[in-house]
T-cell receptor, first 117, second 117 residues
Framework: AQKVTQAQTEISVVEKEDVTLDCVYE???????LFWYKQPPSGELVFLIR??????QNEISGRYSWNFQKSTSSFNFTITASQVVDSAVYFC??????????????FGKGTRLSVIA | EPEVTQTPSHQVTQMGQEVILRCVPI?????FYWYRQILGQKVEFLVS????????KSEIFDDQFSVERPDGSNFTLKIRSTKLEDSAMYFC???????????????FGPGTRLTVL
């Protein structure tokens, strides 16, 4: 069975601080995908990144960076120089890879990030 | 840019009433999904739908729930007799069916907030 654990329920930082959101996953699949979504107070799910299990290269996109480590089954997300607009709930998710290419996402419980001005 | 739309944005109903949540997936997509998020909790998969039948469903998706694609554009989730615990945000998602791809990205709608009184 697949499982995603986000141990940090809530994090509060002061603007301009860096913050790392942790994600640990469990799966028996050798091929899978990992995701991060942002859910702002308005409630929609905003896709941030997808990572294939075969690609362990870290990725940077502006102030966002992701650290994928297969050895520890972790896919952590760092926001550099946080801003108030980063305040949201962040979800890590996992999906197995199938020939059909269409599988349900398994989400973690989310981490609520509050950035204080 | 094409997007998934959902109506209504907020639905209030009395316990025991039937509700139908509507989604319009992206036009060339063939896989459709419903997810549920109880307030403050994680997003959970309910059901996926392909080729006019349920492809996969979770244990949450019991006999009270049904899905339908009544025409060429809408995808609906019906809850026959709502309970208080059905109060949640319901997200629709859709994805393509591209042969040979091990993953087809799911595009999420903005959600329908269901409140059962």
């Amino acid at each position: 069975a697949q499982k995603v654990t986000q141990a940090q329920t809530e994090i509060s930082v002061v603007e301009k601080e860096d913050v790392t959101l942790d994600c640990v996953y469990e799966t028996r699949d050798t091929t899978y995908y990992l995701f991060w979504y942002k859910q702002p107070p308005s409630g929609e799910l905003v896709f941030l990144i997808r990572r294939n299990s075969f690609d362990e290269q870290n990725e940077i996109s502006g102030r966002y960076s992701w650290n994928f480590q297969k050895s520890t089954s972790s896919f952590n997300f760092t926001i550099t120089a946080s801003q108030v607009v980063d305040s949201a709930v962040y979800f890590c998710a996992l999906s197995e890879a199938r020939n059909s290419g269409n599988t349900p996402l398994v989400f973690g419980k989310g981490t609520r990030l509050s950035v204080i001005a | 840019e094409p997007e998934v739309t959902q109506t209504p944005s907020h639905q209030v109903t009395q316990m025991g009433q039937e509700v139908i949540l509507r989604c319009v997936p992206i036009s060339n997509h063939l896989y459709f999904y419903w997810y549920r998020q109880i307030l403050g909790q994680k997003v959970e998969f309910l059901v996926s739908f392909y080729n006019n039948e349920i492809s996969e469903k979770s244990e949450i998706f019991d006999d009270q729930f049904s899905v339908e694609r009544p025409d060429g554009s809408n995808f609906t989730l019906k809850i026959r007799s709502t309970k208080l615990e059905d109060s949640a945000m319901y997200f629709c998602a859709s994805s393509e069916d591209l042969a040979g791809k091990s993953y087809n990205e799911q595009f999420f709608g903005p959600g329908t907030r269901l409140t059962v009184l």
